[in-house]
């Protein structure tokens, strides 16, 4: 199902969620954190840093916030709702807080990095703030919190992407991961509070990239997500001099790890994904078939305002390469209805780009004004919140009927699968993605496979949201 709320970076089923590593021996530590993350991928990515350094202090993860000594909150400042969803968990939280004496609370990530010190006022429990580049400092942290002091680190750094950071996979499937390639945004689109909490561009050494993927793999793991704000603007120059690394380049060596690890990645800017990254992408099967290229409006006057730098003829041109690279490519979109200023023409634009770019999903949002963005400063939030929801309507209406089109077309085609566990609703049927990243769901009836595995499957029915199919055996 397409909510209103969920975007590709946001999966709604994910947020708020908390997770210890399978294996975690809960005697092995005297002290416990539990730790929450809301947002994007790159705040779950960060959250796996987080408990590998906390892992360094003796502390081991618990998924009961009853039995932590810490609790953290990875939190998103995206739109108003990231933010009102944390505050109501810390008021949970509070009971908890007057219950047990020294159980300290930290938020961390974007709300902390954009509120600052005003955190400790708005919310008296809280004793932690740490911002998203300042997770090492997060001992001392704790230190001077556990003393009674408010401990507060916000600071943005351009170099930090904790390259040497071998993060602890929290409720991992062991079979994908996320790895991060670069941290912060240097794009500037004016609805957006990202460059305000994540700072500067920067990108991580390609030679820990690489070794973290090859350590996956050797692990068993057989899918990362390459992760980034922009993936497309990945550059790393080698300290010791040399030419710089690109993505394409990044991808290709991620890709020759082995053909059995499937390699993903988002989120692309439509500006800056190249022919050479979608070329690399041909040549290799196993760098998966699929593209998140979020458009977030169809007006080339709104995507002006927006500060996207193309208009609606560029992007169109964008989607056309890379049907013509790589016919059998998956498309996702981010849309935002209700930008400042919006008109009906505007919105029917959007609709039509839709058709156009015929997506295979999308993440549809309305405009929620952001304090301190471009267009909180320079545009007036004129979009009445009645037409902002009417208009979203009509486009998840639409994104619905272009999944359905989208997977009746796979019916009958046989797909490489990466199985995942089980389906959610079936214990009998396993459920696992094909290279476009659509969701297949097929009984068991061959004894001995597992979680890792590639097998083929058919394809028999679709719903909008679901390819049901059966396995393919000889
Ligand atoms: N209001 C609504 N949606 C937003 N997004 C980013 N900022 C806002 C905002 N202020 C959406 C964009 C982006 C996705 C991650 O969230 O579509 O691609
Ligand atoms: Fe991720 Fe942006 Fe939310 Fe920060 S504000 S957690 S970068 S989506």
Redesign the pocket.
């Known amino acids: 199902m397409h909510t209103l709320t969920t975007d590709k970076?946001?999966d709604e089923s994910r947020q708020g969620e908390s997770f210890a590593p399978f294996a975690a021996d809960p005697n092995r530590y005297d002290r416990h954190f539990y730790i929450e993350s809301?947002?994007?991928q790159?705040?779950f990515a960060d959250s796996e840093v987080v408990a590998s350094i906390l892992q360094d202090q003796g502390y081991g993860a618990t998924r009961q916030p009853d039995q932590a000594d810490l609790i953290l909150l990875?939190?998103?400042?995206?739109r108003e709702k990231?933010e009102q969803t944390v505050r109501k968990r810390l008021t949970e939280f509070k009971q908890l807080k007057r219950e047990k004496k020294g159980l300290l609370i930290g938020v961390l990530?974007?709300m902390a990095e954009r509120l600052k010190s005003k955190f400790l006022e708005e919310e008296r429990l809280v004793d932690i703030v740490v911002g998203?580049d300042a997770y090492r400092t997060l001992p001392q942290l704790i230190e001077e919190a556990g003393t009674g002091q408010k401990a507060v680190n916000v600071l943005l750094s351009r170099e930090e992407t904790y390259a040497d950071i071998a993060p602890v996979r929290l409720g991992s499937n062991g079979v994908s991961a996320f790895v991060s390639i670069m941290r912060g945004?240097n794009n500037m689109c004016s609805f957006?509070?990202?460059p305000f909490?994540?700072g500067r561009e920067r990108s991580r050494d390609d030679r820990s990239i690489l070794a973290e993927c090859l350590d996956l793999f050797q692990k068993g793991y057989r899918e990362v997500t390459l992760l980034g704000?922009n993936v497309d603007s990945y550059h790393f120059t080698p300290e010791s001099g040399g030419s710089a690394v690109h993505f394409a380049a990044l991808l290709e060596q991620v890709a020759r790890i082995s053909p059995l690890l499937r390699i993903r990645f988002s989120t692309s800017h439509p500006k800056d994904i190249t022919d050479e990254v979608l070329h690399t992408m041909a040549r290799y099967p196993n760098i998966c078939r699929y593209i998140h290229l979020p458009v977030q409006s169809g007006s080339s006057r709104v995507l002006q305002l927006m500060n996207r730098t193309y208009t609606r003829e560029w992007y169109k041109a964008k989607v056309d390469r890379i049907r013509e690279i790589l016919p059998d490519c998956g498309i996702s979109s981010d849309i935002i209805a209700g930008f400042c200023t919006e008109t009906e023409a505007d919105h029917q634009d959007t609709l039509d780009i839709m058709q156009y770019s015929r997506y295979d999903f999308s993440y549809m949002f309305f405009y929620s004004e952001r304090p301190g963005t471009l267009a909180q400063r320079r545009y007036a939030d004129d979009v009445p919140e009645s037409i902002k929801k009417a208009r979203l309507q009509q486009i998840v209406a639409l994104q619905n009927e272009l999944s359905l089109i989208s997977n009746r077309q796979d019916i009958g085609k046989v797909f490489e699968v990466l199985i995942e566990g089980d389906s959610k609703r079936d214990e009998q049927s396993w459920m696992g993605r094909n290279s476009q990243n659509k969701v297949l769901v097929f009984p068991k009836t061959v004894p001995g496979l597992k979680r890792g595995d590639y097998v083929q499957v058919k394809v028999d029915q679709c719903t909008q949201a679901t390819l049901l199919g059966s396995l393919v055996t000889e």
Do not use: L
């Open positions: 970076q946001h809301y947002g994007c790159m705040n990875n939190t998103c400042s995206i990231a990530g974007c998203p945004c957006c509070v990202v909490t994540r704000q």
